[in-house]
């Protein structure tokens, strides 16, 4: 199972070559591909710090709506917890979602699939991918 990071739909919805191919590749392929809930929160945040036109809105609507959503439950929000407090001490804080986000594909043994090798290497026992 994959877990697609925003960073990869952001990249998709924009058309670049390595993001669609990888994409394209993952929708071959016999695993199935997902996104975290904080996912949705960039990517709603994006779209409305934006000027984009409701009908890009709705179709970008529809291509989330399109994945299953792996939501922060509480095993996963303990884990979030005990990952931003690890970097807290560390002095490499990143930002809440991607905490989130790593924590819910770690809880649901999802590879996340992600361009921000810099921030996802920080936490330990993720199994990430990048494109």
Known sequence: MVCLD?????DFLKDNEVAISTVER????DEDVTM???????LVRGLNSKNIREEEKEKIKEFINS???LNLDKQSAFLAGEI???LI????LIELEDIMIAAIAIT???????RNEKHF???KNLDFETY
Do not use: Q
């Open 67 to 69: 994945f299953f959503v």
């Open 121 to 123: 290497s920080r936490i």
């Open 108 to 114: 649901n043994n999802e590879k996340l699939m992600t």
């Open 84 to 86: 931003e407090s690890e």
């Open 26 to 29: 993952l929708d071959g392929s």
């Open 89 to 92: 001490k560390k002095g490499e």
């Open 36 to 42: 975290a809930s904080p996912t949705i929160i960039e």
């Open 6 to 10: 925003t960073s990869l739909i952001i």
